[in-house]
């Protein structure tokens, strides 16, 4: 997976995206129907993109849970940046007043599958905290300007950040 990038090493077009996806009309259409697309996008396209990763830059993984009510596989298009062990994933739900359901399926069994850059493992999900969970979040920051709002119009919900390491 290459390195998440900042806005200035982007296009102009993705930098208008990027913009307008974090105010809050940007927000809630992206969260009402952006990762129904990208599972298509990935489909239709052999994994090769989705359109989360298109217009943004932002590197996705479609991680694969087992639902913690249902026993059934999830799968969900995440943002995921690089870590020594695999990748680290953000519960921000948008900054939504709930954790997103992959985030309860992780807690009650941390382990899954991963999809990134044509590349498919195994993982053990680790919840991250203290200055990890910080050194994570300050990375998804820089490569995301939405994150710092999703953290404050979460609050007082406590976003959930994990580190996906191969198994």
């Known amino acids: ?4 990038t900042t806005d200035d090493d982007l296009p102009l077009p993705q930098r208008a995206i990027r913009q307008v996806a974090i105010t809050p009309v940007g927000m809630w259409a992206t969260s009402r129907w952006l990762y129904r697309i990208d599972k298509v996008v990935h489909r239709r ?3 090769r993109h989705t359109l989360t990763s298109f217009m943004t830059g932002m590197p996705i993984a479609m991680v694969t849970t087992t639902g913690a009510r249902s026993g059934q596989r999830r799968v969900s298009p995440l943002i995921a940046l690089p870590t020594d062990d695999g990748v680290a994933v ?3 739900n948008y900054g939504g007043d709930h954790h997103p ?3 309860h399926n992780l807690w009650a069994d941390p382990h899954g599958s991963l999809t990134v850059d ?3 493992w195994n993982f053990e999900a680790v ?7 910080a050194e994570i979040w300050d990375a998804f920051a820089r490569a995301w300007p939405g994150y710092a709002r999703y953290e404050e119009r979460a609050a007082p919900r406590r976003i959930a950040v994990f580190d996906l390491q191969r198994r």
């Open 1 to 4: 997976m290459d390195e998440h």
């Open 45 to 47: 396209t052999d994994g």
């Open 90 to 92: 953000v519960g921000s």
């Open 101 to 103: 359901g992959w985030v």
């Open 118 to 120: 044509d590349e498919t």
């Open 127 to 133: 919840e991250v905290e203290d200055d990890r969970r």
